[in-house]
């Protein structure tokens, strides 16, 4: 009798920890951030500066990282700052990890080649800034999946085609900035969905 009594307190236990342990070892946290982060590193051809190269040291916590900012209550990487670094490199799907990332800035450096479908899993994104590298092919539609971006900015650039209609999903969007690309066409753009739109950048297309 005794042993069955507290057989189902134990067997609780039992899967409440087995459920915890599943937990933690599934979900995201700060070392998926690091890892998401040290595939970047791994990506950077050229660090004339030696900035990541030195800094962003497994010895240290991400969060100290130059560029890297993290927030308070979860802990988790907020914002990604590497404008102005001389960097040249790629992006690679694992940034599409930083689920908490709302601001992104490589402005001023010479990343090229494609972005990965990858990154639409960054729906906090509140602003991008990709402006003045050398990033090629034509700009993603999944952009339209940004439902809190506020500004985007990849003006010069080597992006290709039309400005994709998906951008009227855009609701939030307040700044557009996509002058000295290789764009054409019309603006397909249902303006009426981006009613919030000030200043819309478009010239040298
Ligand atoms: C990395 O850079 C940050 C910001 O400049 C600095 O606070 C930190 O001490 C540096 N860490 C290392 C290991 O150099
Ligand atoms: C991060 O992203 C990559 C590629 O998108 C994926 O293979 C990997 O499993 C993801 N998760 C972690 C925890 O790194
Ligand atoms: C573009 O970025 C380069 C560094 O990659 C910088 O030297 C140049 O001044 C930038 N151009 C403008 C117009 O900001
Ligand atoms: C843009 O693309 C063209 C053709 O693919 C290439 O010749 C040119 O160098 C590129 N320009 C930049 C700034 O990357
Ligand atoms: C844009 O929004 C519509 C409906 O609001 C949705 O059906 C569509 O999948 C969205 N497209 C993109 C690219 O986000």
């Not at 009798?1 to 067997?11: N, Q, S, V, W, Y």
Request: proline share 4%; net charge negative; glycine share 6%.
């Amino acid at each position: 009798m005794a042993t069955a009594d507290f057989l189902p307190p134990i067997m609780f236990l039992l899967l409440f920890s087995i459920f915890r342990i599943t937990l933690s070892t599934n979900s995201p946290d700060i070392t998926t951030d690091q890892s998401a982060l040290l595939a970047l590193k791994s990506h950077i051809t050229h660090d004339p500066h030696s900035l990541l190269a030195t800094n962003w040291s497994t010895s240290t916590s991400v969060c100290n990282w130059i560029g890297v900012t993290c927030g308070s209550r979860h802990h988790r990487v907020t914002a990604l700052d590497l404008s102005s670094m001389d960097l040249t490199g790629t992006i690679p799907s694992q940034l599409g990890n930083l689920s908490f990332l709302h601001s992104f800035s490589i402005c001023h450096n010479s990343f090229h080649g494609s972005l990965p479908t990858e990154l639409t899993n960054l729906h906090r994104l509140k602003h991008l800034n990709f402006g003045n590298n050398s990033f090629g092919g034509e700009i993603p539609s999944w952009f339209g999946y940004f439902g809190e971006l506020q500004s985007l900015l990849l003006y010069m650039n080597n992006f290709t085609g039309v400005i994709p209609s998906s951008f009227g999903n855009l609701s939030k969007l307040e700044t557009l900035s996509l002058f000295n690309n290789n764009l054409r066409g019309q603006i397909h753009i249902r303006i009426d969905y981006c009613s919030n739109l000030i200043p819309l950048y478009l010239e040298n297309n």
